[in-house]
């Protein structure tokens, strides 16, 4: 189980932080994926079960970071820079291991998400 927080309002250029609290122990590969109203799921970041980033969107590079803390269990999404085109809601997810790509491609379960919402 997964449990996303951190997602608010914000103006473009502005800044916030998600978590993903992990139910316990895990040597999945956590990522973190977004849906904006009338687009599809897409993948922003995954993180390996040894906290080495391995999959950035491209338009997200450089602005955002993700973290994995695994004594505590969790898994962070850092944004900076936010433009009004990042507000969707913001899901985490797990998988066996991070792919190289998400055209299509899914997470194994995930969380209920949480809105981020950026103002122009």
């Known amino acids: 189980q997964l449990v996303e927080s951190g997602g608010g309002l914000v103006q473009s250029g502005g800044s916030l932080r998600l978590s993903c609290a992990l139910s316990?122990?895990?040597?999945?590969?956590i990522g973190w994926f977004r849906q904006a109203p009338g687009k599809e799921r897409e993948g922003v970041a995954c993180i390996d079960r040894d906290g080495i980033p391995l999959y950035y969107l491209d338009s997200v590079k450089g602005r955002f970071t993700i973290s994995r803390d695994n004594a505590n269990n969790t898994v962070s999404l850092q944004m900076n820079s936010l433009k009004p085109e990042d507000t969707a809601v913001y899901y985490c997810g797990g998988d066996l291991i991070c792919y190289s790509s998400y055209e299509g491609v899914g997470m194994d379960y995930w969380g209920q998400g949480t809105q981020v919402t950026v103002s122009s």
């Open positions: 316990g122990p895990t040597s999945d590969a």
